[in-house]
C-alpha cells in the first residue's frame, strides 16, 4: 500500500434515480454522455486520473490544484445549457492510500460529503484547497458557509462556485455579521464589564448556528460583512436597557432592531436574561431574511441548505401555500442528499404543522415515514435543539405521546435554554395530559422570549386557550385580543374570544366576536392549528376546527 497527495473530484449526476424511474433509456444514455464526452475527456486531458465510476458518480484525482478546479468549472461551464445533464462537484485536496484492489482515506469522504451539499451544476471545495487557490480563482469562489457533515468532525467551512457566479460574485454568500463594540453609559467599571460580557455571550451564541458568520469587531474587517450589529446598553438605578440593530452594511438601512430591558440589581441574572431574548430573536431573524441573497435563483439551481433557507423563509411567511412550497423545497433538498438531518426535520415540521392547521388525521403509512425520518435526523445530529423540538411536536400533535414529547423537549432545553419553540413544545405535552398549569408557564415562557417571533399570534392563540380552560378568563381574553390585533384575519381567533366572553356572562361580546367570524372564511391556518388537548376536549376543538 502507498499514500499520495491529491486533490479529489467527486461528481454526481442530480436527479438520476428519479430520471431511471421516469426514462431509462435516456438515463443510461445520460452516462454514457457523461463518460464519452463532457466529464471523462476533459478531465483526462487535464492530467486527471478517473479512480472510480459508481453508476451516476465519479471519483476523479489530480496532482494540480490550478489544473483540478479550472477543469471542474470548465465542465459545468459548458453543461449549463444541458436539457437534462446537471452535476454536482465536491473537491477536497488529501492524502489517499491505494493496494492493488482500492484506494482509502479520509479525503475521498470529505470530498464526497462536500459533494452532496453542493448546488445543482455547480462546485463546493473544502477551505483546506481554498486556501491552495490565488488570483482570479480564488474569487471566483465564495464563502459558502460552515458544514456539519456527517461522519466528520468538526464543522467544515466550504467555498461555492456555480455559473453565474462569474458576473457576481457574491450570488450566494454565507451572511456575515459584523458585531461592533457596544456602546454603554454611564462610563464606568461595572457598566463596562457588563457590556462586554452581553456582547462576549452574544458573540458565542450566534456562532453556534450553521450558515452564518459571526465578525467580532475587535478582529475582524466590516468590509468583508453583509451585516452590521450594533448595541448600546445603557445602565440608571436598578434598570437597564439593551438596544440591538442589525444593519445593512451596503445601504445603511437598519434589518431589525430590539430594546431589552430588566432588573440590574443582579447584574449576572440581568445578562443571562438579556442573552436569552437577543439570541433567540437573532436566530429567527436571520432565518426569515437569509434567502434574500438568492432570491433571483430558481428552486432547481440551490444546493441542500440553500433549499432550507428557503424553505425556512417561506415558513416565517405563515400561510398555508408558503408551508406547502417549503414542504416541496426540503423534498428536493432530501432527493439531493436524503439524510441531511436539517431537511428531514423541516419536512417533517411542514407534514405535521400543515396536518394540524387541517385538523385532519396523517395515514398510518406516513406517520411510520415521519417517525423514521424524525429518529433518523436525531441519530446524525444528536446535538440540535430544532430536530429534538419537531420530534416532540410530532409526538404531541401527530402520535400524542405526551410522555416521549415531554422528553424530547426537555432535550432540546439541556441543549440550549433559550429556544422558545422548546418551551412551547413541552408546554403542548403538559396540555394533552391536562396539566394547565405548566403548561401555562411553559407558554409564557415560549412568548416571554419571542416577542418578535412571526409565530407569536399563534403562540398567543395556544395561551389563550390554556388560560381559558383553566378558567382564568381574563387572561385568556386580554390574551386572544393580542392575537387578533396581530392577526386580525383569523376566523379561530373570534371564535375562541366568543367562548371566552360567553363564559363570563359578557353575551354582547360573544356575539360581537361570533359575528365578526362568521363573515370570515372557513379556511385552515398554521397559525390557528388543532390543539393537542386530552379526549374529553374534543368538543371544544371542533368549534375551532376550519371544516
Known sequence: MHSRLAV??????????RLMGEDEALAIGTIRELKNKHLEPPMVERGGEILKRMGDGWIIAFSSVPA??????????????????KL?????????????????????NLATRLQAEAPPGGILISQDLYRQLTGDLAKAYSDAGSFK???????????QWRPEMGQSANVG????????????????????????????????GLSKRTG???????????????????GRLRISGIRGRLNIALIDRENGGTVWNQVYEGDTSDIISFCDELIEKSVADLRFQINAFDDNRKAHLPDDQLSVSELRSRAASNFFKCTMDSWEHARKLLSRALRLNSTDPMALAMRANATALLASARFEPIDEKQIEHLASDLNQAVEIAPRSDYVFTVRSYFKTSTIRDASGAMQDAERALSLNSSYHVAYFSRGMANMLVGNLGNGISDFEKAISLSETDRFLPGRLFGLSIAYYLAKRPQEANDTIDRAIQLRPSERSYYVLKSMICRSTGDYAGG?????????????PSVLAPRPSLPEDKTDFVNQLSPN
Open 149 to 159: 457533515l456527517k461522519n466528520i468532525s468538526p464543522p467544515v467551512n466550504g467555498y
Open 173 to 204: 454568500e454565507v451572511p456575515t455579521i459584523f458585531v461592533e463594540p457596544f456602546a454603554f453609559a454611564p462610563d464606568n467599571g461595572e457598566t463596562d464589564a457588563a457590556t462586554g460580557d452581553l456582547r462576549d455571550q452574544l458573540i458565542l
Open 212 to 230: 452564518v458568520r459571526i465578525l467580532d469587531g475587535a478582529a475582524g474587517n466590516a468590509n468583508e460583512s453583509v451585516y452590521v450589529l450594533r
Open 68 to 85: 483540478a478546479t479550472q477543469c471542474a468549472m470548465e465542465v459545468q461551464n459548458k453543461l449549463v445549457a444541458h436539457p437534462v445533464i
Open 511 to 523: 356575539n360581537n366576536a361570533e359575528s365578526k367570524a362568521s363573515h370570515l372564511p372557513k379556511v
Open 88 to 108: 454536482r462537484m465536491g473537491v477536497h485536496i488529501g492524502e489517499i492510500m491505494e493496494d492493488d484492489n482500492d484506494f482509502y482515506g479520509a479525503g475521498v
Open 8 to 17: 479529489l473530484i467527486v461528481a454526481d449526476l442530480v436527479d438520476y434515480s
